[in-house]
């Protein structure tokens, strides 16, 4: 196990934290919004909506103004949420501590773009007439992009064979 083990793994795990709760409209519709996907409840039945479905919505307009950016947005920090992973799976594997760093910067800016679609979407203190949102686990993201960041995570120290014998 490395130093480098535990940032991975808890920058993986940051794809089950649910970012987003939220409402739409006078309770038409309620759901959870991960990275990736959302699970929605609404007057229609419940759904389970891949992000390549919402970017579908955008793409043929069916989602347009603040709903269509916000999306953009959201997607936006997914993919730089995914890139920073790859970045922390070859530090992992080629035991480059340095690139903990730039994986962190990835990180916190996902984080924000999450909150910015979020603004976007439904104003500055999350509610609007069009519905209502809680920011749950977009801040989470920010503090462990902070963590990685400003964190240490050199290997030099580490003896490669384990603990020593006596």
């Known amino acids: ?33 991960w990275a990736f996907f959302r699970y929605q409840q609404s007057y229609l039945g419940n759904s389970l909506i891949l992000v390549n479905k919402d970017i579908h919505y955008v793409a043929a307009g069916i989602l347009r103004g603040s709903s269509a950016t916000g999306t953009i947005i959201w997607v936006s920090g997914a993919f730089l949420l995914f890139i920073a992973v790859i970045i922390l799976a070859i530090a992992f594997a080629l035991h480059k501590s340095e690139l903990t760093k730039p994986a962190g910067g990835l990180t916190i800016l996902a984080g924000a773009l999450f909150i910015i679609a979020m603004i976007v979407e439904y104003g500055a203190l999350f509610t609007n007439d069009h519905g209502s949102s809680v920011p749950v686990g977009a801040p989470l993201i920010i503090v462990s992009g902070i963590w990685l960041f400003v964190g240490t995570f050199d290997e030099e120290d580490e003896d490669p064979t384990g603990p020593a014998s006596s």
């Open 1 to 33: 196990m490395t130093r480098l083990t535990l940032p991975l793994i808890l920058e993986c795990l940051l794809f089950f934290v649910p970012l987003n709760i939220y409402v739409i409209g006078d309770h038409m519709a309620n759901g959870v919004q």
